[in-house]
Structure formats: structure tokens, C-alpha cells
């Protein structure tokens, strides 16, 4: 039982949310129009445009650099606000999995808290805002939790995923503290924040990836 | 949309490379966007950056008496860590680096990461934040007030401090002391067009001006019909004055055009403000009337009061020579 998630593994899973993200395209857009700038879907497609180009460079390294690189071409590439904490969260998790040869089921989910933690404090935000972190942090509690509980993986897998999809839901209902839609009479509140969905789209394709290396 | 231009993907490379060739002092390193003295200098380094579209700021505050390096980000978009980082490496002599940023969240956490990872490379850095729009508590971009104009006026007194031979927490408690003493406030009348964009993205009324709006276009306090000179002058310089006081004091005074204002009428202002503030005692010691802080075509102004003492006033009579501003 159990999965160990190499380089090469993780950048097949780079390779599989590039082709979600991209493909909701017009959808994400919609979304950060309502609301926001409507460059959203752009840059971070864009970010994962570039990571698919070095794909294979990344393969060749080890999940520490690989982390470090990501995080590198993430701050570059996508740019402004979402550019810095998507680097910063990768930089961060890069710290967890120094001397490691892969990523197995709790450095995954502290991975994931390390993200967690560096998004919150670079962005100085937090939980109820409308951001991504409604949909990351409902996830990593989740994930530590069935941790806790010595839940299967396969099973914790379907767990978290269903948790940051539920994150990216209760969005809807909030009202925006930060960003443009703050401007407006209703806050955004009835739209879901779309770096929340995008964040949603990538853990939920790291959750069903999980479940296929179980072995 | 009408604009001398060749590709929107294109406008903030061919910018600073255009700003190079005019400058031959300068150096521009393609695709980080960094723009620095070509001469690098043994005294701590100070560099500022943020979005294009504010020319000159920042690129053509580099130069002798101001800043080392400018790094720019994409029009209206704080550049990124790795540009930031080339910056530090450029100037840094050893001494470090003080890096001026203006109040937006963007900013603020990128110069942030770079200053990070600056530091992993045994590069001291330290940071000042510009907050002196007294306009909104908050705007779009930033959490609390934003930094406008008056980011000037601290690379001025940063730059001349580091120039004179001060170290790094010398330099960066000058710059402290400058902020604790500029206040500014804006007014659009038109708003600006991106050029990846195409077209204003927002529209003001052929009779309505906007109080408080930011330089890139983010909401104010008002909306109100036009008004003359002299009523825009009093409504900007109230707010600065309920603000912070700077009563029976010796100023420097900074009138702003936002990229889209002829100076006649940046000329009329200045007329308009410095005979309220000599009704209020107020001495202005230095003007400075022009295009400084812009946001690319708005029209629109903004008035910046930084309060002197002796140290203050001396730092921003030293000599600087910069594309931007030239004191001899």
C-alpha cells in the first residue's frame, strides 16, 4: 500500500493539470471578470505553459530542485500577486523535501501545509478572504486529519480532493476582502474567487494522480 | 486606441531600451527590465521599482544623487523576485541595499521574496515602505494607504544620504524620516488606456473629475462635477492638511501631472496651491511642477507636502543628476 511520488512523477503531474487549466480557459476567465482583472486564467496559464516547455528537465532532478525550479518559473513567469505567492509556496515546500528522494503520503501533506503556511504569510491573508487559501487550507486540514486517523491513502486521497472542492465552493458566500471585487456593492459575493477554483483544479489532479500510484 | 507603439508585449523592453540610448550614463539589461548606473559605486545602494507606465518613475530616478537601479515590472504589474534580485546583485557593493517601495500589495510581496532571497545569498537588504496617500485608508492594490508622488521626494533624500558616505541603517532611517513627512493626494479627469488593454478601463463623464483615484486607475473618495483651479487646489490640499500638520512649517512641494495634463495648467495649480499655503503660513522652500509619478495617458494631478527640518532640507539641496530630476 502506499505511493512514493519521484520527479518524473511529479512533473507527469504538472503535464495532466497543465491540460485542466488550459482547458478551462473561457470558464476561469469568466469568473475573474466578474470580479477582478480577468488576467487570472492567463497568467497562470501561462506559468504552466513554461513549466510543460522544461518538463523534462525537471524529471531529471531531484524533488528538491524540482520544487525550487517550479517555484522559480512560477514567480517569473506568472507574475505580479499570484506569480510571488505560488513561488513562495513552492520555494517553501522545496525546504520539506530537502535530502529526499521522493514524496510519500505525509511529506505530500506537508508539502501541502508548507504551501499553505508560506501563501498566508506572504500574502498577509487569511481564511474566510475569497483567496485560494479557502480552498488549500480546508485541504490540508483534512489531509492531516486523515493522517491522524491512519486513514487508507486511496481513501484520504478522495477525502482531500472532495475538501478543496467544497474550499473553492464556499467561496460563493463570501465576500471579498482584498482585490477589486472589495470595490463593488455586493463584494463578489454569488461568484466564486477563480484562484481558488485553479488551486482547486490542482489539488484535486494531485489527489486523483495519488490514487494511481497507489500501489 | 492611438499610441506610438510597435506590440503591447513589447512596450516596457523598448521603453527602457529607448531610455538607455538617450542616457548613455544608464544601462539596461534586456528581459529583467533592470535599468542602473553604469558605473557602479562603493556606498550602500538604493534601488527602487513597480509597474511601467509611471515614466519617468522609476527608471529615470537612476542616476547620481538618487537611485542605483530601477527594476520595472509589466505596465501596472510589480516586477517579479528574479528581476528584483538582478537589481540587488547589480548595485550591491558590499555595503547593502535599501530598497524603496511604494505601498501596493503586489510590491510589497514580491520586493519581499526578493529581499528573502537576497538574503540566502548574504546580501544585507533592507526595506522602507511609501504610504502617503492620504486619499483612501485602503485601495484595490494595497492594504492600508497607498504610496504615490511623494516616493520622489524619498528617493531624493535616500539617495543623497547614501551618496554622502551613511550606511545602510543611516540611509534607510532618512528615508524613514522623509515618509513620516509626505503626505500627497490625487485627481483624475480622464482615465488612461493600457496598451495591452486598448481602450479606458473605467469611464469618467465629459463633466466629472474624480477625487482621491489612484495611478493606476483605482478608485478615489468622489465623484464630482468639474471645478476650477483654485477649488481643485483647496479640495487636495484640505485633505493633505486635516491629514498631518504642517502648520508654521518650511515644506517641499511637489505638483504632479499624471501623464495626460499640460504643464500650463500643472503651472496654474502650482499658482493656486502656494497662495493656500501661504495663507496657512506655510513656507515653500523647493517646487517641482511636472510629469513625475504618471499613469501612462490620465489626466489628472497630484500635490505632495513633505515637511523639512535641517537634515531634510540638506539632503534635498544635495546635487543629483538623473533623467527624471537634475539639482545642481
Avoid at chain 2, 533624500?157 to 547614501?162: C, F, M
Avoid at chain 2, 469618467?204 to 481643485?232: C, D, F, Q, S, Y
Avoid at chain 2, 523647493?286 to 495617458?297: C, E, F, I, P, Q
Amino acid at each position: 500500500m502506499g505511493f512514493q511520488l519521484t520527479s518524473k512523477d511529479y512533473a507527469d503531474y504538472i503535464r495532466k493539470t497543465y491540460e485542466l487549466i488550459y482547458s478551462k480557459g473561457d470558464y476561469i476567465t469568466a469568473l475573474d471578470s466578474a470580479t477582478g482583472d480577468g488576467d487570472h486564467w492567463t497568467n497562470i496559464n501561462m506559468g504552466f505553459e513554461k513549466l510543460v516547455e522544461v518538463a523534462e528537465e525537471l524529471e531529471q532532478k531531484s524533488v528538491f530542485e524540482e520544487f525550487m525550479q517550479i517555484g522559480t518559473i512560477m514567480m517569473s513567469v506568472i507574475g505580479g500577486s499570484s506569480g510571488v505567492l505560488y513561488g513562495s509556496a513552492y520555494l517553501a515546500a522545496a525546504k520539506v523535501l530537502k535530502e529526499k528522494e521522493s514524496i510519500g503520503n505525509e511529506e505530500l501533506c506537508q508539502v501541502l501545509d508548507a504551501m499553505l503556511q508560506a501563501i498566508i504569510s506572504r500574502g498577509n491573508a487569511q481564511k474566510g478572504w475569497k483567496t485560494m487559501i479557502d480552498c488549500l487550507a480546508p485541504a490540508v486540514e483534512c489531509y492531516q486529519a486523515c493522517i491522524a486517523q491512519g486513514l487508507d491513502e486511496k481513501v484520504t486521497a478522495d477525502q482531500v480532493k472532495q475538501a478543496a472542492i467544497d474550499g473553492a465552493e464556499s467561496t460563493r458566500d463570501m465576500e471579498a476582502v482584498r482585490g477589486r471585487a472589495t470595490y463593488q456593492a455586493n463584494k463578489g459575493v454569488g461568484h466564486l474567487d477563480p484562484g481558488a477554483v485553479t488551486m482547486s483544479y490542482q489539488i484535486a489532479t494531485l489527489m486523483d494522480f495519488v490514487k494511481e500510484h497507489c500501489e | 486606441m492611438k499610441k506610438i507603439i510597435n506590440e503591447p508585449t513589447k512596450v516596457v523592453s523598448e521603453l527602457l531600451k529607448g531610455m538607455e540610448l538617450a542616457h548613455p550614463e544608464l544601462v539596461y539589461t534586456e528581459k529583467l527590465e533592470v535599468i542602473a548606473r553604469r558605473e557602479k559605486c562603493n556606498k550602500v545602494a538604493v534601488i527602487s521599482g513597480g509597474g511601467a507606465g509611471h515614466e519617468p518613475a522609476h527608471a529615470g530616478y537612476v542616476g547620481k544623487g538618487m537611485l542605483d537601479a530601477a527594476i520595472s515590472g509589466n505596465v501596472f504589474s510589480s516586477p517579479s523576485p528574479d528581476r528584483i534580485i538582478e537589481g540587488i546583485k547589480q548595485t550591491d557593493a558590499g555595503k547593502g541595499v535599501l530598497m524603496v517601495i511604494k505601498n501596493y500589495s503586489g510590491d510589497i510581496m514580491n520586493f519581499g521574496l526578493a529581499k528573502d532571497l537576497a538574503e540566502l545569498e548574504d546580501i544585507e537588504v533592507e526595506s522602507v515602505v511609501v504610504r502617503d496617500d492620504v486619499a483612501v485608508p485602503d485601495s484595490t492594490y494595497s492594504t492600508g494607504r497607498r504610496g504615490i508622488a511623494g516616493t520622489v521626494f524619498v528617493h531624493k533624500i535616500a539617495g543623497a544620504k547614501a551618496e554622502s558616505g551613511a550606511d545602510l541603517q543611516e540611509v534607510k532611517a532618512a528615508a524613514e524620516k522623509a515618509i513620516a513627512n509626505i503626505r500627497s493626494m490625487g485627481m483624475a479627469m480622464t482615465p488612461c488606456i493600457l496598451p495591452a488593454v486598448g481602450k479606458p478601463g473605467f469611464v469618467l463623464e465629459e463633466n466629472e473629475i474624480e477625487i482621491g483615484m489612484g495611478i493606476h486607475g483605482e478608485p478615489g473618495v468622489e465623484r464630482t462635477t468639474v471645478k476650477t483651479a483654485k477649488e481643485v487646489a483647496k479640495i487636495l490640499l484640505d485633505k493633505i492638511l486635516v491629514d498631518y500638520d504642517f502648520s508654521n512649517s518650511e515644506v517641499a512641494l511637489l505638483v504632479n501631472g499624471l501623464g495626460g495634463t499640460p504643464l500650463m495648467e500643472l503651472y496654474i495649480l502650482n499658482k493656486e496651491v502656494q497662495e493656500l499655503l501661504a495663507e496657512q503660513n506655510i513656507k515653500v522652500y523647493k517646487t517641482l511642477v511636472g510629469n513625475y509619478m504618471t499613469a501612462l495617458d490620465m489626466s489628472g494631478c497630484s500635490i505632495t507636502l513633505m515637511k523639512l527640518d535641517d537634515e531634510l532640507k540638506e539632503l534635498l539641496d544635495a546635487p543629483c543628476n538623473t533623467p527624471g530630476l537634475t539639482i545642481n
